[in-house]
T-cell receptor
Framework: GAVVSQHPSWVICKSGTSVKIECRSLDFQATTMFWYRQFPKQSLMLMATSNEGSKATYEQGVEKDKFLINHASLTLSTLTVTSAHPEDSSFYIC?????????FGSGTRLTVV | QKEVEQDPGPLSVPEGAIVSLNCTYSNSAFQYFMWYRQYSRKGPELLMYTYSSGNKEDGRFTAQVDKSSKYISLFIRDSQPSDSATYLCAMSAGSGGYQKVTFGIGTKLQVIP
């Protein structure tokens, strides 16, 4: 089936630094990539929708200057958490529409210390 | 009121039992309904994908949609310990790659050998 490769799978960073998360669609073209955040015992919450070659659309309450999204090609979208703080520690997951439905990456566990 | 309501559980059943997982929703525009399985610290994996009302069967899994009641179900027959995971319902108004998907909180299932 369709595969979305997400890296890194986990990262620990110091408060104030930036972290980049990559999602690649390996065998299909992803015009649109969805970025979710999942806190423990909570549902997946959509943060933003990225569209290849255009600006991302952010959900209410998500700071676009803090969570920078780049979707430069049909197979790659990146999320950069800028000036990370401990409250940004969460599980970040990307998803794209494929022939198999919505395919998810394996997620990135971000811990900010 | 949340758009999608799902009991977080946990739900514990003996091996071989029939499991019933359910979600209710409030948005009548939802047309596409999905069930995902998520193991701890992993991205969700698509199990079933249905359109509008009706039943769909795939091996031990059966998905039911009752749009008149805004109620969807996932049944797992002959449950196995390997089925132990969190099950997320998800739904969207359309099937286009740009369509936003709304998730339930997920029901944690434990199948006891």
């Amino acid at each position: 089936g369709a595969v979305v490769s997400q890296h890194p799978s986990w990262v620990i960073c110091k408060s104030g630094t930036s972290v980049k998360i990559e999602c690649r669609s390996l065998d299909f073209q992803a015009t649109t990539m969805f970025w979710y955040r999942q806190f423990p015992k909570q549902s997946l919450m959509l943060m933003a929708t990225s569209n290849e070659g255009s600006k991302a659309t952010y959900e209410q309450g998500v700071e676009k200057d803090k969570f920078l999204i780049n979707h430069a090609s049909l197979t790659l979208s990146t999320l950069t958490v800028t000036s990370a703080h401990p409250e940004d520690s969460s599980f970040y997951i990307c998803s794209a529409r494929s022939r198999d439905g919505y395919t998810f990456g394996s997620g990135t566990r971000l811990t900010v210390v | 009121q949340k758009e999608v309501e799902q009991d977080p559980g946990p739900l514990s059943v003996p091996e071989g039992a029939i499991v019933s997982l359910n979600c209710t929703y409030s948005n009548s525009a939802f047309q596409y309904f999905m069930w995902y399985r998520q193991y701890s610290r992993k991205g969700p994996e698509l199990l079933m994908y249905t359109y509008s009302s009706g039943n769909k069967e795939d091996g031990r899994f059966t998905a039911q949609v009752d749009k008149s009641s805004k109620y969807i179900s996932l049944f797992i027959r002959d449950s196995q310990p390997s089925d132990s995971a969190t099950y997320l319902c998800a739904m969207s108004a359309g099937s286009g790659g740009y369509q936003k998907v709304t998730f339930g909180i997920g029901t944690k299932l434990q199948v006891i050998p």
